[in-house]
C-alpha cells in the first residue's frame, strides 16, 4: 500500500492542479488570455468614448436651446442650413456614417458582407459619427445619439481587435457584437439592457464560447459610465404607482395604439426612404434643406417641443408636470422622420420613447383613474416595441431607464401587445429591413471584383 500524500498535495489534486496540461486547460492558453484582455480594454475604451459622446451631445443641444431662446424663429434659418453643412461632411468624408449605424452593424454580421468591414467600421467613421451627431443636435435635429454609440462600440471593439491581432472569424464577430451592445448599454446606462439587445439583435453570428466575454465586456463599459457619471438613471424614478390587474384596460388602450402608431411610424421610415432615393440621388442637399425647414417649422409651431431628443418632454411628463396632447407625439413623429430621410447621422431610440411617452399620456386622460406618469412609462416601452419588434429589449430599456422594476408586468402587457399590432403592419423588424435596404438598394456598395485582394477573405481569417 503506497505512502498517503501530504495534505496539501492532496488538496492540490483535488483542485486540479497538479499536472500542467489541466492547468493549461483552466486557466487558459496566452491567445485566450490576450483575447481576454482586448475584449476588457476595448469595453473600458468604448465606455469612456460613450461618456464623452453623451455629456457631448447634451452640451450640443444646450448651444442650440440658448439659441432659441434668443430667438424662437433662428431655427427656421439655422436647422436647415446646419443640416445641409452636416450632409455635406458626412458624404465627403464618411458616407457610412450616416443615419443610426444599427443597419451597418447588422449588415457586417452576415458572412457575404464581411468585406464592408473597413469600411463601415473605420476611425474615420467613429470620428464622423460622433462629431455629425453632435453637430445634428446643436442645430434642433430630432435625433438620439443611442445608435451611433452603438455603431461607435462595435467600430472601436473591432479596432482593438486588430491592434491585438485577433483574426479568427469568429472572434471578429464577437468583438463587434460586444462592441455594439457594450456601447448600447454605456449610452443608457443599462447593462442588462444592453444584454438582451445582444442576443435579441445582434449576436446571429455569435458562438456561444465568447457569449461570457460578451457579457462581461458589457459589465465592464457599464462600470465605467457608473465611475464618470455615477449611479444615475436617465429619469429619475417615476413615483407613480402602476397595478396591472387595476390598469389593464389602459394598458392594453396603450399598447394597442402605440402597436398601431409605432408600426406606421417604421412603414413611413423604410417605404419612404425608398420613395425619396431618386431625389436623394438627385438632389440630395435640396432635400437635406427641405428636411431641415420641416423640422424647424415643426419645433416653432410646437413651441420647441419636438427638437433634440426629447429627454426633456419625457422627464415632464414623468415628474407630472406636464398633460398630455396629441400634438406632441405626431409632431415629434414627423420631425424623427424628417431627420432620418435626411440622411444625417442620428438614432430612433430616444425620440421613439418619447413619441410613446406622449402617447401615453394621452390615453391616460381618456382613462378615468388612470396615471400619467405609469401610462407614460408603459408608452415608451409599447412605441419603441412597435417601432422596433423588439418587445423584451424595449421593456428592459425603459425598466432600466425609470428604476421602476415592479411596472415589469404591465411594461411587458404593453410591449407584447405592441410587438403584434406592429407585426400586421411590418413584415420584419425595422433595423433589419434598414439593413437590407443598405446592400441591396441602387446605392449598395459594389462588391470587391474576383481576384483583388480583400482583407476580410480567405483562408477562414479576417481582419
Given amino acids: 500500500m503506497s505512502e498517503e500524500l501530504p495534505r496539501w498535495q492532496r488538496l492540490l489534486r483535488a483542485w486540479g492542479f497538479v499536472t500542467r496540461k489541466r492547468t493549461r486547460r483552466e486557466l487558459g492558453t496566452a491567445h485566450d488570455w490576450k483575447m481576454r484582455l482586448v475584449f476588457w480594454v476595448g469595453a473600458l475604451l468604448v465606455g469612456v468614448l460613450v461618456v464623452l459622446f453623451a455629456r457631448a451631445a447634451e452640451w450640443s443641444y444646450g448651444q442650440f436651446?440658448?439659441?432659441y431662446e434668443w430667438s424662437e424663429y433662428a431655427p427656421l434659418v439655422v436647422t436647415p442650413v446646419g443640416m445641409v453643412a452636416i450632409a455635406w461632411i458626412m458624404r465627403r468624408f464618411a458616407p457610412a456614417a450616416q443615419g443610426s449605424g444599427i443597419p451597418q452593424v447588422l449588415v457586417i454580421l452576415k458572412p457575404r458582407y464581411r468585406w464592408l468591414r473597413p469600411a463601415f467600421l473605420g476611425i474615420r467613421v467613429i470620428v464622423a459619427k460622433f462629431v455629425l451627431t453632435c453637430m445634428g443636435l446643436m442645430v434642433g435635429a430630432s435625433i438620439g445619439r443611442e445608435g451611433p454609440s452603438v455603431h461607435i462600440g462595435a467600430a472601436v471593439m473591432r479596432d482593438m481587435g486588430r491592434l491585438g491581432q485577433?483574426?479568427?472569424?469568429?472572434?471578429?464577430?464577437?468583438l463587434i457584437v460586444g462592441g455594439g451592445a457594450a456601447g448600447g448599454s454605456a449610452a443608457f446606462n443599462a447593462p442588462l439592457a444592453g444584454i438582451v439587445f445582444a442576443v435579441e439583435s445582434l449576436a446571429q453570428s455569435l458562438e456561444k464560447r465568447n457569449s461570457g466575454?460578451?457579457?462581461v465586456s458589457i459589465f465592464l463599459s457599464g462600470v465605467v459610465v457608473l465611475a464618470l457619471s455615477g449611479d444615475y438613471s436617465h429619469f429619475g424614478t417615476p413615483g407613480a404607482t402602476l397595478v396591472l390587474a387595476d390598469s389593464w384596460l389602459g394598458v392594453l388602450v396603450t399598447g394597442l395604439s402605440c402597436g398601431l402608431l409605432g408600426g406606421l411610424f417604421?412603414?413611413?421610415l423604410v417605404f419612404g426612404s425608398r420613395a425619396l432615393v431618386p431625389t436623394m440621388r438627385a438632389e440630395p442637399l435640396k432635400l437635406v434643406?427641405?428636411?431641415g425647414l420641416l423640422i424647424a417649422a415643426l419645433g416653432v409651431v410646437t413651441g420647441g417641443e419636438t427638437f433634440g431628443t426629447g429627454y426633456e418632454q419625457v422627464r415632464g411628463l414623468l415628474d407630472a408636470q406636464r398633460e398630455g396632447d396629441?400634438?406632441?407625439p405626431l409632431a415629434k413623429m414627423a420631425a424623427t422622420l424628417a431627420s432620418y430621410f435626411s440622411g444625417i447621422p442620428g438614432g430612433l431610440f430616444s425620440p421613439s420613447m418619447a413619441a410613446g411617452a406622449g402617447v401615453g399620456a394621452v390615453v391616460s386622460e381618456f382613462m378615468p383613474g388612470e396615471a400619467l406618469v405609469g401610462l407614460a412609462m408603459v408608452g415608451m416601452a409599447s412605441f419603441l416595441s412597435g417601432v422596433l419588434q423588439r418587445?423584451?429589449?424595449s421593456l428592459v430599456i425603459v425598466m432600466e431607464m425609470t428604476s421602476r422594476h415592479d411596472i415589469l408586468l404591465a411594461l411587458m402587457l404593453g410591449s407584447l401587445v405592441a410587438f403584434?399590432?406592429?407585426r400586421l403592419l411590418m413584415r420584419a423588424p425595422l433595423f433589419e429591413m434598414l439593413a437590407t435596404d443598405l446592400v441591396s438598394g441602387p446605392d449598395r456598395p459594389a462588391a470587391p471584383e474576383q481576384g483583388s485582394p480583400n482583407p476580410d477573405q480567405g483562408s477562414g481569417r479576417s481582419v
Fill in 65 to 67: 436651446q440658448r439659441l
Fill in 326 to 328: 396629441w400634438t406632441f
Fill in 266 to 268: 417604421a412603414r413611413v
Fill in 213 to 215: 466575454i460578451l457579457i
Fill in 420 to 422: 403584434g399590432v406592429s
Fill in 289 to 291: 434643406f427641405l428636411c
Fill in 391 to 393: 418587445p423584451l429589449v
Fill in 166 to 174: 485577433l483574426r479568427q472569424k469568429a472572434v471578429d464577430n464577437a
